[in-house]
């Protein structure tokens, strides 16, 4: 059985090796977007009734930094600001056709990426693999969701 610490290290390694692999950088585009912006554009795409405070919070930067991002992204065309309709006091960001259009092509650039080094696997590594994967992102999802609902009731006793 390999100890936690070896383990950290390998997982180390072989996420090195996955960044390699899923760098957008690597595709047949020139990037004109950075990581963070990439970042950006994935979270509000998901997230589509999003305004800057909002998109500020996701991050864990202030309003001011979020809001100058958002300005770089409007200036390249992959973000546009709207009205919020529930309440027009209120401004949405959201990706612009153009932006999902890169999202895609990134996303299919990254899975060649990736079939080219699993088939180099063997099929039950592969399977192993996808499993541990899943295991993984399970365990980081309740890790996550606990630090939100600490965060949550510190603010609550503090109000």
């Known amino acids: 059985m390999q100890r936690s610490g070896n383990a950290a290290e390998s997982i180390e390694a072989a996420a090195d090796s996955l960044a390699a692999v899923l760098d957008p950088a690597r595709g047949d585009h ?3 977007v950075s990581p ?14 999003t305004n800057v405070n909002g998109l500020a919070e996701s991050l864990g ?4 930094s979020a809001s100058r991002l ?23 960001v959201q990706v612009t056709s ?7 092509q990134i996303s299919q ?18 399977q192993e693999l996808a499993r541990s994967l899943i295991a993984f992102q399970t365990a ?20």
Request: with cysteine.
């Open 140 to 159: 980081a999802d309740a890790l996550s969701r606990a630090a939100i609902e600490r965060a949550g009731d510190e603010e609550r006793r503090s109000a």
């Open 70 to 92: 958002c300005d770089r992204l409007e200036a390249l065309g992959l973000l546009r600001r709207v009205a919020d309709p529930r309440d027009r006091r209120e401004v949405q």
């Open 36 to 49: 963070t912006q990439l970042r950006v554009l994935t979270w509000l795409r998901s997230h589509p009734q």
């Open 109 to 126: 650039n990254r899975q060649r990426a990736l079939e080219e080094v699993l088939a180099r696997m063997p099929e039950v590594a592969r």
């Open 61 to 64: 930067v202030g309003p001011s």
């Open 30 to 32: 020139a990037l004109r």
């Open 98 to 104: 153009e932006a999902d259009q890169l999202l895609t």
